[in-house]
C-alpha cells in the first residue's frame, strides 16, 4: 500500500447535534410544514427535514443554530423557515428546494435590542413578527425571579422594531395555539392576559410611531383583564388555551386551572380548579386545539392527559426521558411534539398522535456520556484564570485540567455505533443517521424518579467491547450502595461481568433478503452474568476481545487493579441439548444454555497496593498478553499465563501508562506525559516518540487500524486562552494519523471543538466531538473507495460522509458516470491495440465484458424518472432505478 499523505485524507462531520432546546419558547426545537407532511427539526449545527409519513429524513442543511431561540414557519413562502437567533439575528433558510445556498437572507435587529436578548417568537406574520424580549438568565433559573418583559413588533421590510407593551416583575409566560393570547404571570400573583387580535387587524401606521404613548394605547388596547390567583407555590410552566384558559405548573407537583375571558364554561371568573398528579415539579404543558384538553409532564417520564370538563386522565408513561417540552403546531394539530431530557445537554424530540398515542417519528442523535461537564467545568476554569494571577502564570493550553472523554465501540457487523449511558446503552445506526435502539443492561425505574427516589443509584455501564466477529457482547457495570439504604458501607460498590448474544430475526419480512443484517432486526440476547468476575470489592479495569487466532476470537480478557488477569470462554451446549433446528425451523438454538466461564487465571499481586491506570494488549498470533499498569509494561504468555521471563519491555516513561496497543510486531504506548512506539523484533524505540499531555481517559483517545498499519491520535487544547478573551475560554482539538515508524503525521486537521472519542472501523476513522458531534477521517485514495465499494450496502461511506439526499444523489450519478464510462469504453477498444492495452492495466477479461456492453446513448433525458415522487424515497431505491437505466 503507498505511503498516504496530507492531501489524501478527508474529514467529514456525519451528524449535526443534538436538537436545540429554547429556554423561553414552548416550540420543541421543530415545526411542521404548511401541509403537515414534513418536520423541520433544528439541531445545534444543522437543519434535517423529516418525511413523517416513512420517517426518513430527506434532507439535511449544515448551519451554525448556536443561541438559537425560536423557529417559525414563514407565512409569506411555505418553503422557508424563520430562525431566531437571541442575539437579535433573523435567518430565512428554504428547508425545502434544492438549492446551492438555502439561506435566503440574514438580518438583525441587535442595535435596536440594545442590551436585550430576543426571548421567545409569538407569531410569524406576512409584514411584522412579533417578539418577546428581555434580560436572559440562566437556564437553570428559568421561571425563577421577576423579570421585566418587552413584547415587540418587527417590521420585516424595514427591520425596524416598535415596542408593543412592556410587562414588569414577570415569573413566566405561555402563548395559545393561535398566537392570539398570551399570559403574563407576574410575581404578584395575578396573570396579565393579552388579546392580539386587535393589534393583528391594525397596522402600526394607524397609530403614533415609537414613543410612551403609543405603547400606552396599545397596553389600552390589547390587555383584556388582570386575573388574580390564590396557590402560592412557585410556578414552574404556564400555558393558556385559545378561549382565555390558563394552565399554572408548580414545582410542587400541582396545576392549577384559572379562567379568564369570555368563555361559556367560566360562569364565574373566580373560579380556580387544582389538578393533583405529578409527584414532583410540573416541567411542561399545553392545551389542545379544541380547549377540551391539558397535557403535562415531568421528571416521571409520563404524559399526562387531563380531560377539563371530567377532570378524567389518561398516561402514556414509560417515555425515554423526563418531559421539557410540550407543543402542538396549528399545522397539524392532530400530533403533539415532546421535548424529552435524554441526558445532560441531550435531547430527543418525539412526535406522537393524538388519536392512538402512537409514535410517529423519533428524532435522536448520539448519546455520549462525558466524563465531565463542559459548561460547568470550562466556567470554572475561567473564573480561576481571571482571579488567579499564579493561576495564568503557570497556564498552559496543553494541560486541561478536567477530563471530557466519552466511550464508545464500534459494531463489526452492522457498523452502528455503541455508546454506554447510565445504564443502558445506544445503537446509532450512522449511515441512516438515525438511533437504531436502546439496549437496557442493567435494571433501573423505568418511570423516572421523583423525590427521595433521586438518592437510588443506577447501575453504571464502566466497559463495553465487542467480539472480533460481532456476534458477542461483554459489559461490565457497577452500582454503589445507595443513601437510601442507610448502610454502614456507603462506598462498597457491587459488579457485575455480562455476555450478550446478538440474535437477527428471521421474520417474513427478511426472509426474501438473506443479507439483511439491520440491527433493528435483531437484539441482544443475555446469556451469563458473572458477579463480582475479580473477586469481592475487585474492580475491573481494563477489558478487549482476543484475537481470531484465540479460538476465533470468542473470548475475552480482564484486568484488575491489582494486576490479576482472567480468560473468559462460552461453553457451548452438547449437540444432544440442542434444538433441533431442521424439525422445528421457527426456533433457534437456545442461548441460554450457553454460559461463558472462567477458563485461566493469572493471580493478583499478594502486596495490598493497587493501581488506577490499567491497560491491556494481545499479540495477533495470541501468544503474548501485554499488560500495563502505574508505569510498567508486563509480557503474559497466555498459554501459562506466566510473565516471560526472557522478554522485559523496559521502563520507557515515567508517567501512568493510559492505553497500548498492538500492531504489526509493535507496541503502541500513549501515557500522561509521552507518546510512543516501541518495535517488539528490533527490541527499540521507533522514530515516533513525542511528548504530550493527556488526562485520565486518555485510552479514549488513540486507536489503531491494523489493516492499513495507522495509529491515530486526537489531542485536545484550551483556545482564547488570552486574558482579555479569557470569557471565550474553549476547547479545540487536533486530529493526527501516524505511521508507527515515522515521527512525521501522515495527516494532521486541526478540529473547532474537543474531541470525547476516537475509534476506527474497516475504512475510516469515527471520532466523537464535544458538541455531540460524530464525524469520519476517510482516505480519499482510489484504491480504498474500490474497497468500500465491494462491501454491502451498510457499510458504504460515500452515505456516511454525506448527510443531505442532493449529495447523496449527487455521489450515485458519479457510480453510474463510472458504468457509463465503462459502456463509452467499447468505443475505444476497438481501436486499442495490445501495447496501449497493457499501458493501460487492461486485461483481455475486461476488454471482452466492454466488448460485450450493449451500445446506449444518455443524456439529460434519460435520468428524469429517476427524480420524481421522491417524497421518502430511499437511497438504496433511487441508486436501483440509475442502475436500470444504464443497463
Known amino acids: 500500500m503507498p505511503s498516504k499523505t496530507i492531501d489524501e485524507w478527508s474529514v467529514s462531520m456525519l451528524t449535526g447535534g443534538v436538537p436545540v432546546n429554547f429556554p423561553y419558547s414552548a416550540s420543541s426545537a421543530s415545526v411542521f410544514s404548511e401541509d403537515g407532511r414534513y418536520l423541520i427539526t433544528t439541531l445545534s449545527h444543522q437543519i434535517r427535514v423529516y418525511f413523517i409519513s416513512t420517517r426518513q429524513c430527506i434532507r439535511t442543511i449544515d448551519i451554525d443554530l448556536s443561541e438559537l431561540a425560536d423557529v417559525k414557519l414563514d407565512v409569506t413562502n411555505p418553503n422557508h423557515v424563520v430562525l431566531f437567533k437571541s442575539s437579535g ?31 421567545s417568537v409569538v407569531s410569524v406574520k406576512h409584514d411584522k413578527y412579533v417578539v418577546v424580549t428581555g434580560k436572559a438568565l440562566d437556564k437553570k433559573k428559568k421561571g425563577h425571579g421577576p423579570h421585566t418583559r418587552h413584547l415587540i413588533s418587527v417590521d420585516r421590510t424595514a427591520d425596524s422594531v416598535s415596542h408593543i407593551v412592556e410587562i414588569q416583575n414577570v415569573l413566566n409566560y405561555a402563548v395559545s395555539l393561535d398566537t392570539s393570547k398570551i399570559a403574563f404571570v407576574t410575581a404578584d400573583q395575578s396573570i396579565l392576559l393579552l388579546d392580539l387580535e386587535i393589534f393583528y387587524s391594525n397596522s402600526l401606521d394607524d397609530v403614533e410611531p415609537l414613543s410612551l404613548t403609543s405603547a400606552k394605547n396599545w397596553e389600552e388596547l390589547i390587555v383584556s383583564e388582570v386575573i388574580p390567583f390564590q396557590y402560592r407555590s412557585p410556578i414552574t410552566c404556564a400555558a393558556v388555551s385559545n378561549d382565555s384558559i390558563v394552565a399554572l405548573g408548580t414545582n410542587s407537583g400541582v396545576i392549577q386551572i384559572v379562567y379568564g375571558g369570555s368563555s361559556e364554561n367560566n360562569s364565574d371568573s373566580t373560579t380556580q380548579r387544582l389538578l393533583k398528579w ?40 414509560r417515555l425515554n426521558g423526563p418531559i421539557d417540552k410540550i407543543a402542538i403546531d396549528a399545522h397539524k394539530n392532530d400530533y403533539i411534539s415532546l421535548l ?10 418525539l412526535l406522537l398522535s393524538l388519536v392512538d398515542l402512537v409514535s410517529r417519528l423519533a428524532v435522536n442523535t448520539i448519546r455520549p456520556k462525558f466524563a465531565n461537564i463542559l459548561k460547568t467545568t470550562l466556567s470554572r476554569t475561567k473564573k480561576r484564570y481571571a482571579k488567579d494571577a499564579s493561576f495564568r502564570k503557570e497556564f498552559n493550553k496543553l494541560k486541561l485540567k478536567y477530563d471530557y472523554t466519552c466511550a464508545f465501540e464500534i459494531h463489526s457487523k452492522t457498523k452502528n455505533l455503541y455508546f454506554p449511558n447510565e445504564s443502558s446503552i445506544q445503537a446509532y445506526d450512522i449511515i441512516r443517521n438515525e438511533q437504531s435502539f436502546v439496549q437496557h443492561a442493567a435494571p433501573t425505574i423505568s418511570t423516572g424518579k421523583v423525590r427521595g427516589e433521586q438518592k437510588i443509584a443506577d447501575p453504571q455501564i464502566v466497559l463495553l467491547k465487542f467480539s472480533k466477529d460481532g ?115 421457527n426456533k433457534q438454538n437456545k442461548s441460554q444454555q450457553i454460559a461463558w466461564t472462567l477458563r485461566k487465571q493469572k493471580p493478583a499481586s499478594s502486596s495490598n497496593s493497587t493501581f488506577d491506570a490499567v491497560s491491556l494488549a494481545w499479540s495477533d498470533d495470541s501468544s503474548t498478553i501485554f499488560m500495563s499498569h502505574e508505569c510498567s509494561i508486563d509480557c503474559v504468555d497466555s498459554k501459562t499465563f506466566d510473565l516471560v ?50 488526562t485520565s481517559g486518555a485510552k479514549q483517545l488513540i486507536t489503531v487500524d491494523a489493516k492499513r498499519n495507522l495509529i491515530g491520535l486526537a489531542i485536545n487544547f484550551y483556545e482564547n486562552f488570552e486574558p482579555s478573551e479569557a470569557d471565550n475560554l474553549s476547547i479545540a482539538s487536533k486530529l493526527y494519523i501516524f505511521k508507527p515508524d515515522q515521527a512525521k503525521p501522515i495527516f494532521v486537521k486541526e478540529h473547532d471543538s474537543g474531541i470525547a472519542s476516537l475509534r476506527t472501523d474497516s475504512k475510516s476513522f469515527i471520532f466523537v466531538d464535544l458538541e455531540c458531534r460524530a464525524g469520519s477521517i476517510t482516505s480519499t485514495l482510489l484504491e480504498d473507495v474500490h474497497d468500500f465499494r465491494d462491501v454491502a450496502g ?78 421518502g424515497l430511499q437511497v438504496d431505491t433511487i441508486f436501483d432505478r440509475i442502475t436500470d437505466i444504464l443497463k
Open 89 to 119: 439575528e433573523i435567518i430565512v433558510v428554504n428547508y425545502k428546494d434544492k438549492l446551492i445556498d438555502p439561506v435566503i437572507s440574514r438580518t438583525s435587529i441587535q442595535q435596536q435590542l440594545e442590551t436585550l436578548s430576543v426571548l
Open 278 to 317: 405529578h409527584f414532583d415539579q410540573v416541567n411542561a404543558l399545553y392545551f389542545t386545539s379544541d380547549n377540551n384538553y391539558l397535557l403535562s409532564g415531568g421528571s416521571e417520564k409520563v404524559l399526562v392527559f387531563w380531560q377539563l370538563e371530567t377532570e378524567k386522565k389518561q398516561f402514556l408513561p
Open 340 to 349: 424529552l431530557k435524554t441526558d445532560v445537554g441531550n435531547y430527543e424530540i
Open 471 to 585: 456476534e458477542w457482547m461483554c459489559t461490565y457495570d457497577e452500582v454503589a450502595d445507595s443513601e437510601i439504604d442507610s448502610l454502614m458501607s456507603k462506598k462498597d460498590k457491587q459488579h457485575a461481568l455480562k455476555f450478550w448474544k446478538f440474535n437477527e430475526s428471521k421474520d417474513k419480512e427478511n426472509k426474501d433478503n438473506k443479507d439483511n443484517k439491520d440491527s433493528r432486526n435483531g437484539f441482544w440476547e443475555l446469556t451469563s452474568i458473572i458477579m463480582d468476575p475479580h473477586g469481592k470489592g475487585t474492580p475491573v479495569l481494563s477489558l478487549i476481545a482476543a484475537p481470531t487466532s484465540y479460538f476465533n476470537g470468542v473470548a475475552f480478557l480482564t484486568a484488575d487493579n491489582r494486576g490479576g488477569l482472567r480468560v473468559w470462554r462460552p461453553t457451548f451446549p452438547k449437540e444432544a441439548y440442542k434444538v433441533n433446528t431442521a424439525s422445528t425451523p
Open 645 to 694: 521471563p526472557d522478554f522485559q519491555i523496559p521502563t520507557l516513561t515515567e508517567s501512568k501508562i493510559r492505553a497500548i496497543h498492538f500492531l504489526n510486531n509493535h507496541l503502541v504506548v500513549l501515557s500522561k506525559t509521552r507518546f510512543f512506539v516501541y518495535d517488539l523484533i528490533a527490541a527499540q524505540l521507533t522514530d515516533l516518540v513525542t511528548k504530550v499531555h493527556t
Open 794 to 871: 451498510d457499510d458504504d461511506d460515500e452515505e456516511k460522509k454525506t448527510g443531505s439526499l442532493t449529495d447523496e444523489i449527487k455521489s450515485m450519478l458519479i457510480s453510474a458516470q463510472g458504468n457509463v464510462d465503462l459502456m463509452n469504453y467499447k468505443t475505444d477498444a476497438g481501436n486499442m491495440r495490445p501495447k496501449q492495452q497493457q499501458q493501460n492495466g487492461s486485461t483481455e477479461e475486461d476488454f471482452e465484458a466492454a466488448m460485450s456492453t450493449s451500445e446506449k446513448v444518455v443524456g439529460l433525458h434519460t435520468f428524469q424518472s429517476v427524480f420524481q415522487n421522491l417524497n
